[in-house]
């Protein structure tokens, strides 16, 4: 299967779900231009789906609906990282920074690398957690990346082994995720960046 990348641009907001029986079933819970009943079942019939159910939550095209029957569209963030802006005049930077999505460096000055490492964090969307074994400082060499999706207690101790849920009593948590530090919290609890967490095991 040959995939397709979009950039910097969400998943179209539309369910399309395969059924054995009752024909092309479409609804849309917002304004449509683009996409009526019969646009939907000729599409469908192009890939010879003749029982579905189409729900539309946004304007959807007749692109957005093809790249969702095929599923081999990536969505992806992207930043376009602009190398030795040590040697461009101030003009040029000012027409670059109005560019979305950029990210101006100088590799050899090693001029806003910092910057270039923030925006990756942020379009990644990953979160850092720190951890902090008992009677010891936290580790903030080696932090638990998470994904910001799955950032609950649980699947922090997933990330660090398997086993260590079923060992688990409950956590205590430092950071902006926690109403007082340390809070104790159970394995649902959502962390955020920079949090630092200590495990306490059954005994």
Not at 31 to 51: F, G, P, Q, R, W
Not at 121 to 135: D, M, V
Request: hydrophobic share 35%; proline share 4%.
């Amino acid at each position: 299967m040959v995939r397709a990348y979009t950039l910097n641009k969400e998943p179209p907001n539309l369910t399309f779900r395969k059924k054995e029986k009752g024909g092309i079933n479409f609804t849309s819970t917002v304004a449509n231009t683009h996409l009526d009943l019969d646009t939907v079942k000729a599409i469908c019939s192009e890939y010879k789906i003749h029982n579905a159910d189409v729900t539309l939550r946004f304007d959807a095209t007749a692109d957005d609906l093809i790249d969702v029957i095929e599923g081999s569209r990536i969505y992806t963030p992207c930043i376009y990282a602009v190398n030795k802006i040590d040697q461009i005049t101030l003009e040029e930077l000012e027409i670059l920074d109005r560019l979305p999505h950029y990210c101006p460096v100088s590799a050899h000055l090693e001029w806003n690398l910092d910057g270039l490492l923030e925006m990756i964090w942020e379009y990644l969307s990953l979160t850092r957690i720190y951890t902090k074994p008992k009677g010891m400082n936290p580790d903030y060499e080696d932090p638990v990346i998470l994904s910001s999706k799955r950032k609950t207690v649980e699947d922090f101790c997933f990330r660090i082994h398997k086993d260590m849920l079923k060992q688990f009593k409950y956590a205590l948590v430092w950071g902006s995720s926690a109403k007082h530090k340390p809070q104790r919290v159970g394995k649902e609890h959502e962390l955020e960046d920079e949090d630092v967490v200590q495990i306490i095991k059954k005994v």
